[in-house]
């Protein structure tokens, strides 16, 4: 009997890239797809089945790394690919320092100048097909990436990777890459983003065509990677996929299937709260509340980097005024914000740091846990702004209504206009909203130092806010090769400037919750809100 895995999608998509929902089956559906219960029977030799069961809800509709970027696929081929290395942290939030573990590379070096860097491989890792894991595998897997410019493309770029003549194969276990300049100091952390797939260059070249040298057709229904599962079947629609153990992984996994199946968020919590599915996921706080109240399952509560923040376009007045800025953030009542946005699953951002980040401090923060006198909106009494808010969010609604009537207090007249997905996606990450609600612009890699070129340079990695300040770009500069008591320092005086301009106003560190079955262990933290099934147990 074959054991199977179920997990939930979130909601988020990756870099704004998120998916619709797709047909749903009826609660049987799942524990037929399961085997039925959480206990899952007995296995081959009669030892105990490994059968962790969530439903999910959404499908994965492509699996190809290079261009399904939406949420619900990456939680399917996270599974099924492995990166260079591996960027997870303690799930209790331990500060995520610059850097990585192993991966499919085993170690790696530099050398003096910084400039050429060595990766080791895995001595004995083979794919599901049977093929050795070789530095061909990482020379092609690069070289794909770059062309097909997708998201794993654009971070072999920022880590100074644009052409594959950069690598070079030292033999079959060994590659190394040479850079132009020194790299930032979060340079190994992206090629450890969850898209930076290592494809099995073998397996790949025979689906490869002269219209499709890529295998790009291909690879949207089926898979090919190093990771700890197989594709097994998939449904023509992406509503079900079955995912089983790559027993020749470098590390092999604790689970023996995965099996991915759509299911209504009422009916998926009903299956938890009865003992017949293991994981869940886009549960409302009260929702939360009930599993926390329910015998034999738990909310794991993981320190990633889901953050909540209101956006301002600093070129667009009055947001070009930094007292007006100022003025919003001390009139704003975060704990009633938090309290009707997100229960008791979230707390007060106090910088522009996640505060698992290593160099966080919120000794700067001048603005307190509830609304107070802000003398800075003397001169915007009567003045009209519009807030923006994705539709059908909850959360969002909540601090919308919030936000609104706390600026009312405070004369200024907010307008709140709500946007569907599409037309909120594109006009945020076009930088034409003024001011609005952000939730998924998080840092990809868990790095400080990331963080701050993510969106507070002149030249930012993702450009919302048109934010400038020249010491802001000093500081990111000397982060390059800062270490120890300097590093600390550079941080620290960066979230000084950021809390003195306040191009946005953190609300939230909401982290991630996932519900769970009491005997499911094995959570990791990471900086995307996305569940990594290949690393639990039971």
């Not at 295998?215 to 023509?236: I, K, M, V």
Request: hydrophobic share 45%.
């Amino acid at each position: 009997m074959k054991t199977t895995t179920t997990f939930v999608a979130s909601r988020r998509g990756i870099l704004g890239m998120g998916l619709a929902a797709l047909a749903i089956p009826a609660a049987s559906s799942v524990l037929s797809a399961c085997g039925g219960g959480s206990s899952g029977g007995a296995g081959p030799s009669g030892s105990a089945v490994k059968n962790l069961v969530v439903a999910a809800t959404r499908g994965a509709v492509a699996l190809d790394p290079d261009t399904g970027a939406g949420a619900p696929a990456t939680q399917v081929w996270l599974n099924i690919y492995d990166t260079l290395v591996d960027t997870s942290v303690p799930a209790d939030g331990t500060p995520a320092a610059a850097d990585a573990n192993a991966g499919l590379a085993a170690s790696w070096t530099t050398d003096e100048s910084g400039l050429v860097w060595t990766f080791a491989l895995q001595p004995s890792c083979e794919s599901a097909a049977g093929n050795e894991l070789t530095a061909d595998d990482i020379l092609w897997s690069v070289e794909r990436s770059l062309a097909m410019q997708g998201s794993p493309g654009f971070f072999y770029m920022l880590a100074g990777i644009t052409d594959v003549a950069q690598l070079a194969k030292v033999d079959d276990k060994t590659v190394s890459i040479t850079l132009a300049e020194a790299p930032q100091p979060y340079f190994v952390q992206l090629l450890g983003a969850p898209w930076m797939a290592i494809y099995d260059s073998v397996e790949m070249k025979k689906h490869a065509t002269d219209a499709d040298p890529w295998a790009a057709e291909w690879l949207t229904t089926n898979a090919a990677g190093f990771g700890p599962f197989s594709l097994a079947d998939r449904s023509s629609d992406g509503s079900r996929a079955t995912l089983t153990a790559n027993p020749k992984h470098w590390k092999a996994p604790a689970l023996e299937t995965i099996t991915w199946t759509v299911a209504e968020p009422a009916n998926s919590l009903q299956l938890l709260t009865r003992g017949e599915s293991m994981l869940g996921n886009d549960y409302s706080p009260s929702q939360l509340d009930q599993v926390a109240g329910t015998d034999g399952v738990q909310v794991v509560e993981i320190a990633s980097a889901g953050t909540t923040f209101l956006g301002m376009q600093n070129t667009i007045a009055p947001f070009t005024d930094k007292a007006l800025r100022q003025g919003i953030a001390k009139a704003l009542p975060f704990s009633d914000i938090i309290a009707s946005a997100y229960g008791s699953y979230a707390e007060q951002w106090t910088s522009h740091i996640v505060p698992s980040f290593d160099g966080f401090t919120d000794t700067h923060w001048a603005y307190g846990d509830n609304a107070v006198e802000a003398p800075e909106l003397a001169d915007y009494q009567g003045t009209t702004v519009t807030l923006s808010y994705l539709a059908g969010s909850p959360s969002h609604e909540a601090i919308a209504v919030l936000v609104q009537s706390s600026l009312a207090d405070a004369g200024l007249d907010a307008q709140l206009s709500a946007l569907d997905q599409t037309t909120f996606d594109t006009e945020r990450l076009a930088g034409k909203l003024p001011f609005y609600i952000d939730d998924t612009d998080v840092p990809a890699v868990p790095n400080a130092a990331y963080q701050l070129s993510h969106l507070f340079a002149t030249q930012p990695i993702q450009q919302l806010f048109g934010y400038q300040n020249p010491e802001i770009d000093e500081l990111i500069t000397g982060l390059k090769t800062a270490t120890g008591d300097e590093r600390a320092q550079l941080l620290d005086r960066a979230q000084e400037i950021l809390a003195e301009d306040v191009p946005t106003i953190p609300l939230a560190w909401t982290k991630f919750h996932v519900p769970a079955g009491d005997q499911v262990t094995g959570f990791q933290g990471h900086v995307m809100n996305l569940l990594w099934a290949k690393e639990l147990s039971l």
